[in-house]
């Protein structure tokens, strides 16, 4: 039987109808510094130094034809039309994304466009293909026979289907070297219809992500019948308008449309994304946020702006100047599960998934009176000094034995070096032990609109006396300083429990001391230049470290 079901496979991949409809459940899983497990499941590790992991799911309708180079989805986005290699009022030869929407009762055609981009030197390709010529020889598809696959949630058909599979690549026949960017495997029931397509993204066998689409329903269509699912009215294509939002991340609901079926993503709103965007607006002053300070103008407030500063917290003193080693790990986590480690994960199955982690372990250099602080990453090996004065947070690197600065991003204005303190609003919970030392514990909430929890905070210390003439250490006459052990901050979104998130922070050591001034000495600062990239996670990680969160929802706000 096993010889009999090998000579009637095909000889070459079949083909697919020039003109159809097909409804797709499409998956997509993200994977930025975690590590694959179990097929389809990635995890970040407890102390990975960054990692996000993000899982989306979406239905959508699907029509090509093929013969006049133009498809369409249909998704709860709208409706998407891309119809290539037409003429277009603003370039003549591309072609046109357009946004489309039903015509009043009466019109001679179905639809008018709405709004428009460009498909600048793309031509079309089918969307349900077998094989990749251009990437050479890697494009080739192999039959590897049959196979038993069941789709994605929430039908889960299974069948037994026809496997194919090419890879996708660079390819230099000449050179005898090729490079592998993805792994195709197409799957198709009854020799001709498509039943499932997977796409594995593993550039130099470094595993990024996946993509799976379910093609639930397969339908070939008439040339008259896919004709009326592009029924454009001409003159709306002429006169439409073209978005000038096509690139970037910025637009009204139309042109972000546009983009999500430009570039076939799966958007997800969460409670993450939801509790970023209040908390970005919040934070955000009536007027725009400065991009940096005058050093002059911010020494011009001097002690006198400190004290005041000082004096809006609780009646808890900390340390003013201290050197201290710290661990750091803030996880925002939605629907993924812990693993038996403590790693959390997420399943391609699992729509709307997402963990983003950064674990800090490094010595924080705190000087008060000079309002600088170095902060030395150990899991990154990455130095960053705050010149609060200044305004800017510098990248610092060794230069032949010379600490020099080797980028920077500014420090918004609202943003000012924050001691160790405690919130007005934390209470006193009396004393408890932390791992086996009698400690006292504090307890505060952070809420919008006064009643509406987004942060829920406990801090844990000790109390130590201060040494004789040590007063610029700690502002209490007698002299007493509290000592921090352990804090933890829970992400509570809208009040969702269990929380988002966390984030914890142990000091291991702190010592009552101001910082050498060498620390801070750094080559280069007068003409550091400005880094390009001063939104990317790193800088952003830093910030949530050194207690920077205008700067922190600043760039947050530039990515929305």
Known sequence: MAAMMVSMLPATPPTFPPSFYVGQMNQLLINQGGYRTG??????????????IETQTAGEDYFEDRPNNRS??????????NWYQIASPQFPHDGMQMAVAPTPPGSKHKFTCAAYCPLQGSKFESAITIGDKPSGPLGVPKDLGPAKVT????????????HWMWKVGLDAPKHNWSVVMSQEDFFVAN???????KTTIEPLGSYMGESNTSFLTFT???????ADHFDVDPDSMTHCKGSSKCDNDEGDAVSRALRMGRYRAVPSRTYLSLAQEMAAKLTESATDVADGRHGKEAAAAGAGTRARRLSEYAD?????????VEKMTLRQEQYAH?????????????PGCQVQQQHFEGTRYFDWQAQMQRIENGATGQTV?????????????????VETCKEYCPITLQDDMEPLRLPKAARNKGVTTHEGRPVAHWHWDIKILKFIPMQRYDFYGYNTTVPSGKAAYCLDKNQTCTIPVFATMAITPFGREPPTGYQNTTWLSLKLEVPPAAKFRIAGNGTCPQAQNCGNSAWQAHRLRANQPHTYFHHLHKKQ
Do not use: W
């Not at 789709?151 to 026809?162: N, Y």
């Not at 070939?220 to 896919?226: H, K, R, V």
């Not at 808890?316 to 201290?324: C, E, G, I, T």
């Open 39 to 52: 097929g389809s499941k990635v995890c970040c590790a407890g102390k990975a130094p960054s990692c996000r």
């Open 72 to 81: 369409r989805v249909d998704s709860n986005r709208g409706s998407i039309i």
């Open 151 to 162: 789709q994605a949630p929430p039908g889960k058909a299974t069948a037994l289907t026809e």
């Open 191 to 197: 020799r001709t219809v498509p039943f499932f397509h």
């Open 220 to 226: 070939p269509m008439s040339a008259g019948a896919i």
């Open 316 to 324: 808890v003193d900390f340390p003013l100047n201290y050197v201290s």
């Open 338 to 350: 812990q693993s038996s480690g403590g790693d959390y994960c997420c399943d391609i199955d699992s």
């Open 385 to 401: 000094v705050d010149d609060y004065d200044g305004g800017k947070s510098m990248l610092v690197v060794n230069v032949s034995g």
